[in-house]
């Protein structure tokens, strides 16, 4: 009876532990596993906020330690970034002025930023992110204005570094006339080679819409191709994105997301594109960039594998980006385009799996 007593007092105590402990565990779970697989992110707007806080004067401001912004370098540390795609974005307003002005400039801060401080290295390829012990800086381009409808600008982007475009912001460009209040919202094409290269299925910053029907959000179907097309939906963090109007918006609420991608694409399909900087709002426990942790100790606890998170984290992009590198000249997708031909377009008010491929089939190009 003392025994019993003793075993039950024994069981009390542990029971009051082993929540505490297992907690622990599962952040210590996610802090290794990202020690041994660092994130690549997608998406990042940071740039912007130095053009319009400094006017791309580094030299006001250290990026070490700067919070006015989601972004500095300790936290990406603490975030265990291993990889950044930094954002070259200019308003829509630009277009048909200076959009191409304003996206060198761009451009040219990033590649201040990443020369000048030791934790940053500018890399352009795949090899270069998996040889990098820093934080490797690659450049995309958000939105097609930012070409002012010149495949020869787009060519130079690319010489400066530049590895992918997104078609679209928030504004139709004469490359692609899409209704933007369609889910299309955004079709990227990544650059590269020596060629202007194009891949279908690559999402930079969406999430799921049939979790929440925002416009930005990639549906069922076209999460399906992203299977056959070993496509990849870079998931963003955007609290508006994926909360749907509710006022809660938490870890829970973007796991969700991560969930339901999984169960209709495969956890290989998705990557993450938090879009820290670029939008105000993000969920409850990921107000900035040091605490990607924290999704993926909750993905551990939802019994996402170590396999599945190391792919998120960095294998799955990486797989992509390797693909692209490696396809041939004068591949299946997307079409050689003549330099004296100019850009077609294309108007759309449906989006669906169909008219997105159609879409695509027209402005993504292949430059023999
Ligand atoms: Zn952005």
């Known amino acids: 009876m003392r025994n019993t007593a003793k075993l039950l007092w024994l069981l009390m105590i542990f029971s009051d532990i082993v929540p505490f402990s297992c907690e622990k565990s599962m952040r210590e779970r996610a802090i290794e596993l990202m020690q041994d697989a660092r994130l690549i992110d997608g998406h990042n707007d940071f740039v912007l906020q130095l053009r319009i806080l400094y006017q791309n004067r580094l030299s006001r401001v250290n990026l070490r330690e700067l919070n006015r912004t989601h972004t500095n370098l300790v936290k990406l540390q603490a975030g265990y970034v291993g990889a ?59 939105g097609g204005h930012s070409i002012d409808s010149s495949l020869a600008t787009l060519r130079m982007y690319y010489d400066l570094g530049v590895r992918y475009m997104t078609l679209t912001h928030s504004c139709n460009t004469p490359c692609c006339r899409i209704n933007l209040s369609v889910y299309i919202y955004q079709l990227n094409g990544f650059l590269s080679g020596n060629l202007i290269m194009t891949l279908l299925s690559v999402h930079l910053h969406s999430s799921a819409f049939s979790v929440c029907n925002h416009s930005r959000n990639v549906p069922d179907d076209i999460l399906q191709q992203l299977v056959s097309d070993t496509g990849i939906i870079m998931v963003t963090f955007n609290a508006d994105v994926l909360a749907c109007g509710r006022k809660v918006v938490n870890i829970s609420t973007l796991a969700d997301h991560f969930d ?90 449906n989006a669906s799996a169909e008219t997105s491929r159609l879409l695509a089939s027209y402005c993504f190009y292949l430059q023999g």
């Open 260 to 349: 339901h991608i999984k169960e209709i694409a495969g956890s290989e399909s998705i990557g993450i594109g938090g879009d820290y900087d670029g939008v105000e709002r993000f969920p409850e426990g990921l107000q900035d960039v040091s605490k990607y942790p924290s999704l993926i100790e909750e993905l551990l606890r939802r019994g996402w594998n170590e396999t599945e998170l190391k792919g998120v984290l960095r294998e799955n992009f990486l797989r992509v980006f390797r693909e692209v590198e490696n396809k041939d000249e004068g591949g299946e997708e997307g079409r050689r385009l003549d330099e004296t031909e100019a850009f077609p377009t294309v108007t759309s008010t």
């Open 84 to 142: 950044q795609f930094w954002s070259v974005y200019v308003l829509c307003s630009a277009q048909n002025k200076d959009a191409v002005r304003l996206t060198l400039e761009q451009i040219d801060v990033v590649k201040r930023m990443c020369n000048s401080y030791e934790e940053l290295e500018l890399v352009m390829t795949s090899q270069g992110i998996s040889d990098s012990r820093r934080i490797a800086c690659l450049i995309g381009i958000e």
